[in-house]
């Protein structure tokens, strides 16, 4: 049986020279590749096409996704025709050279895979405490998976059959997608191999408080979407953030106000969770990722709240 044939899409803002690295690590591994440029203000533009990638520019008059960038590089493929499977890739990531064979060879033996994903890893771990999270957030478990990440190879017959990306999500679109298809019969499988690596770039506290926000928004638009049962999509995350960053803070302050100065004891559930977490996170970590269900929290009841106004995110809409 031949190798299905592949080709990528990459898509980035601003990325600099990640777009330039991204693009080479593609050279020889895929048989087109195209690049989505959503509103770049340097020479992203330029650095594709001098890397001979197909360049889509989209109109700003509309706002930019991450998923809406995803799907124009599909239609752009599809003009020509398009190839079995597509490797999606954002342009902060460069790919490893061993993904493509080995994803391939996945979906020649398996038809009814739609989704193939890897290990994706930072490049630079140790560079500070939240990248570090990030690396270990990317190491998923191998096998058959609910959903992938923004890097993933894909069936353009099953993406098509469900209609690819939703334009309208600015976070958690590939798990939006992953659900349609595993509803239509396919399969998302990560496999254990290395696929991309990422550079995250995070080195500061308010660069961790807007993605955990976004994190918390992309809980509750996917809960509403697909949290009932059986799937119950973020819907668990959805009720730790809230009750850590919203029902607890909450609870506290109005009954040590109400009642008594000794419900402010309720506080000690903070200090407590953090050192649960230490034992197996670090002292760092576990003070992090307790103190992120606040901003998670925030970005969750802001996207309620707006929904129920008619409003669109005030959050970048855009990774």
């Not at 058959?144 to 059959?161: K, T, V």
């Not at 992120?292 to 669109?312: D, M, S, T, V």
Request: aromatic share 6%; with cysteine; proline share 5%.
């Amino acid at each position: 049986m031949s190798a299905p044939e592949v080709a990528a899409v990459v898509i980035g803002r601003n990325e600099g020279a990640h777009l330039k690295a991204c693009l080479a690590s593609l050279d020889g591994e895929v048989g087109r590749v195209v690049y989505v440029d959503s509103g770049s203000t340097d020479d992203s533009v330029a650095v594709g096409l001098a890397a001979g990638a197909e360049v889509v520019e989209l109109d700003p008059a509309l706002p930019f996704t991450a998923a809406r960038a995803r799907n124009a590089g599909v239609d752009a493929l599809g003009e020509i025709g398009l190839p079995e499977l597509i490797q999606f890739i954002d342009g902060d990531c460069t790919l490893v050279p061993s993904w493509i064979a080995t994803a391939r060879a996945a979906f020649a033996t398996e038809p009814k895979l739609a989704v193939a994903c890897g290990r994706r890893r930072e490049r630079h771990p140790d560079a500070s405490v939240y990248t570090r999270m990030i690396d270990r957030e990317w190491d998923t478990p191998v096998g058959l998976a609910r959903a992938c990440g923004g890097d993933s190879m894909m069936r353009s017959a099953a993406f098509r059959q469900v209609g690819g990306f939703d334009p309208a999500l600015i976070a958690g679109e590939e798990p939006d997608l992953c659900i349609r298809l595993r509803a239509a019969g396919w399969k998302v499988r990560r496999l254990d191999a290395e696929m991309t690596r990422h550079d995250a770039g995070i080195t500061r506290f308010t660069q961790f408080w807007q993605r955990a926000r976004r994190a918390g928004h992309a809980y509750a638009e996917g809960a509403a979407r697909h949290g009932a049962p059986p799937e119950q999509h973020y819907a668990p995350q959805l009720r730790r953030c809230l009750l850590w960053g919203a029902a607890l803070p909450l609870a506290t302050l109005v009954l040590t106000l109400a009642i008594s100065p000794w419900f402010l004891l309720l506080a000690l559930a903070y200090p407590l969770q953090i050192l649960r977490l230490a034992r197996s996170r670090g002292l760092a970590e576990a003070a992090l990722l307790t103190v992120g269900k606040i901003a998670e929290a925030q970005g969750a009841l802001g996207y309620r709240l707006r929904r129920l106004g008619g409003r669109r995110s005030s959050l970048v809409e855009y990774k």
